[in-house]
């Protein structure tokens, strides 16, 4: 008697059906599982948004405790910019463990990374009271962070937008666009003067 129910339960012809009605559900379930946060152009731009303000508050945090800011290497061919696709980048910041290892770019390629930049007090005509920080994305991948991040800070002397998409910047009076509120979602970027 065993054996005849299992055969009732286990007959070919009602397990095509179930496989029919089986694989397509299974195919959609897959297709809404989200893959890895740095494959769209979109979430790669959220990511180096929140990359950035974890550095920025490094910075800021370096700052605060040494009192200087943390020394930019400047590499030759680079305008005077460390940039993040040739390590060590912002080297003392991993140093001195205010970041466990220092973010980069989702891409960190020629295109799309970061630069950090110290200039002198005064230097295009930024106020404050002493030398002063930029940190720079080049590019967007998409239009919407592009318009939504391009253009926070400029000084009389400069707009660094005309050479960067995204610049954060602390230890000077900077002509300032609101932050995004979506920004705090990376972390408490608070710019010091």
Known sequence: MRNSVLKK??????????????????????????GHPEERP?????????RMLEIADAIEEFNVDRGRLPL???????????????????????????????PRDP???????????VFSQGAYDC??????WILALTHFETDEY???YGDLIS?????WSESFEFTLGGGAEF?????????ALGGGYRPLR
């Open 9 to 34: 339960i286990f007959r070919g012809p009602q397990l095509i059906p179930l496989l029919l009605l089986a694989c397509p559900a299974a195919i959609l379930a897959m297709a809404m599982v989200p």
């Open 42 to 50: 979109r979430d790669r731009d959220r990511v180096r948004v929140i």
């Open 72 to 102: 930019p290497r400047r590499e030759r061919g680079s305008s005077g910019w460390d940039p993040s696709t040739s390590p060590p980048f912002i080297r003392e910041l991993e140093q001195h463990g205010y970041l466990d290892r220092i």
């Open 107 to 117: 891409l960190n390629n020629e295109r799309h990374h970061f630069r950090y930049s």
């Open 127 to 132: 106020d404050g009271l002493g030398p002063y």
């Open 146 to 148: 592009r318009a939504r």
């Open 155 to 159: 000084c009389t002397g400069r707009n």
């Open 175 to 183: 002509t300032r666009r609101s932050m995004p509120p979506e920004a």
